[in-house]
């Protein structure tokens, strides 16, 4: 039987590659047959995670970018399409995390949030964008956040970017539609990365824990389902969508 989930040959671009949920979507994309482009700052971890990718049997390009600067995702799209000559797959996913006080959130924290999480996923979107319209073809995958849906104290910015790219979806979703583009979001619960580590320990974390209806945090490969639904020919007439992957956190009453 055909695999409906197939990504073997195409090509993928994942930004915000370096850890976390980043770096194991480009294994899962990776084991799956697909090539596979990684950016980020830290272009050392990328290094290290080029050799895992290439284990499969793919080809990997590393490629530093820093999402909140316009002209380093022209760069990073210009490479990209200079060593694959096409992307049928991109992974919107850099993201930052900047808990405070709201009295005391600071102007600055609030435009590097809204920088890295929203508008360079925008700029991303349009530079990939043009070339999907061009290609009549594209998977685009957005990482949105249970924050996107509910919130919390203390973390206000995130929670507003993450909102956005909620809607965010919607929006690039219309505007890809006609080039047969698609475009979708996966909103994780709380995994255990870089990101959220240090929080996983205090009350905030272990209550988050007690509130999940599945009893533990998300781990590696948990994602991978619907992110290889998302990024091939299975999803073929979905789009505009949050997919909510939180072990059933925001089903509750
Ligand atoms: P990590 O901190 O492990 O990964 C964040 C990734 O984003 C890194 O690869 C980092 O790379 C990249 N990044 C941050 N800023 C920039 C920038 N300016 N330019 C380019 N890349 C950047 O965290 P997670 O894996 O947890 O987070 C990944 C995504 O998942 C984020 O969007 C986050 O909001 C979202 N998410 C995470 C949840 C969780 O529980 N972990 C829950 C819900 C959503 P580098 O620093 O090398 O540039």
Avoid at 38 to 67: H, M, N, Q, S, Y
Wanted: hydrophobic fraction near 40%.
């Amino acid at each position: 039987m055909k695999n409906l989930f197939d990504v073997t040959g195409k090509y993928a671009l994942v930004v915000g590659a370096s850890s976390g949920i980043g770096r194991q979507f480009a294994k899962a994309l990776a084991e799956q047959g697909a090539n596979v482009a990684i950016a980020a700052r830290r272009v050392e971890r990328l290094e290290e995670l080029k050799a895992e990718v290439e284990a499969f049997g793919v080809k990997c390009v590393p490629v530093a970018c820093d999402v909140t600067s316009e002209e380093s995702i022209i760069t990073c799209v210009e490479t990209v399409k200079k060593e694959f000559g096409r992307i049928d797959i991109l992974c919107n996913n850099a993201g930052i995390d900047i808990f405070n006080d709201f009295f005391t959130y600071s102007t600055e924290d609030w435009d590097k949030t809204m920088d890295t999480n929203i508008r360079g996923m925008f700029l991303m979107s349009r530079e990939v964008g043009k070339l999907m319209k061009e290609q009549n073809y594209g998977k685009v995958i957005n990482t949105a956040s249970i924050g996107g849906r509910f919130a919390s104290e203390g973390n206000i910015a995130y929670y507003a970017s993450k909102g956005a790219v909620v809607n965010f979806t919607r929006g690039l979703a219309a505007d890809l539609a006609p080039y047969n583009v698609t475009v979708n979001a996966i909103a994780p619960g709380v995994f255990d990365t870089e990101l959220t580590h240090d929080t996983l320990s205090t009350p905030f974390g272990q209550s988050s824990l007690q509130r999940v209806p599945m009893k533990r945090f998300g781990e590696d490969g948990d994602l991978d389902g619907i992110l290889l639904y998302f990024a091939s020919d299975a999803c073929s007439y979905c789009t505009g969508q949050t997919i909510f992957v939180d072990g059933g956190l925001t089903m509750l009453l």
